[in-house]
C-alpha cells in the first residue's frame, strides 16, 4: 500500500477516534473530537497532493479517499444533529448524497470505470469541514463561563448564529444538493445501459 492510501486509511482510525471522543462530550471530549476531526480534514488535502505529486493516484485511493470523506462526515453531521446544532433534515440529504455518489461509483467500478471527486465536491466537503470545525469549537468553547479573551474570540466565531456557521451550512447543504446531482448527470449513461 502507498503513502496516500495509508494516510487514507489512517483518516478512517481519526474518525473512530472521532466519535469515540465526541461521545464523551465535555470540554476534553470535545477536544479531542476536534483535534482528531482537523487532522482528517488536514489528511485528506495530503493523501491527494501526495498522490498527485508522487504520481501514486490509484484506483483504490480514487474510491477509498472519498468514502474516508463520506464516513468522517456523516459522523460529525450526525452528532451535530444529536445536539441540535443542525437540523436533521440536512444531515438526512448530506448522508443521502453520500449513498447516492457510493452507489453510483460501485455502479461504475464494476462496469470498468472510476468516477473521481469532482472540483464542486472537494469545495462542498470544503464547507462541510469548515462548518464541522465551527461546530467543534462550539462545543467545547461555548459552556465555558467568565472566560477570557481567547475563549470568548473563539465563542463568538464559533457560536451558531454566526454569520460563518450559517455560509458554512447553508453552503455545504446547497453544494451537496448541485454537487449530487452533477454526479448523477455525468453517471446517467451507466443507469441507463
Known amino acids: 500500500m502507498n503513502l496516500p492510501n495509508s494516510i487514507t486509511f489512517a483518516r478512517l482510525v481519526l474518525t473512530a477516534i472521532f466519535v469515540i471522543a465526541a461521545s464523551w462530550g465535555g470540554v476534553l471530549g470535545y477536544l479531542v473530537a476536534l483535534v482528531t476531526f482537523v487532522m482528517a480534514a488536514i489528511s485528506d488535502w495530503l493523501d491527494g497532493y501526495l498522490a498527485r505529486k508522487l504520481n501514486l493516484v490509484t484506483s483504490l485511493g480514487k474510491l477509498i479517499d472519498p468514502l474516508a470523506d463520506k464516513i468522517l462526515v456523516a459522523s460529525a453531521f450526525v ?30 467500478v464494476e462496469k470498468g470505470e472510476v468516477i473521481a471527486a469532482d472540483r464542486l465536491g472537494k469545495w ?70
Open 79 to 108: 452528532l451535530f444533529s444529536s445536539v441540535g446544532l443542525c437540523p436533521p433534515w440536512i444531515t438526512i440529504v448530506i448522508i443521502g448524497r453520500e449513498f447516492l455518489v457510493t452507489g453510483l461509483r460501485q455502479i461504475a
Open 124 to 193: 462542498k466537503t470544503t464547507f462541510q469541514l469548515t462548518y464541522g470545525i465551527t461546530c467543534l469549537v462550539w462545543l467545547m468553547m461555548g459552556p465555558i463561563e467568565n472566560s477570557g479573551a481567547f475563549v470568548s474570540f473563539f465563542q463568538t466565531l464559533s457560536n451558531p448564529e454566526n454569520p460563518l456557521s450559517i455560509i458554512s451550512l447553508w453552503g455545504a447543504f446547497t453544494l451537496t444538493l448541485i454537487s449530487g446531482a452533477n454526479y448523477l448527470k455525468k453517471s446517467w449513461n451507466l443507469l441507463i445501459n
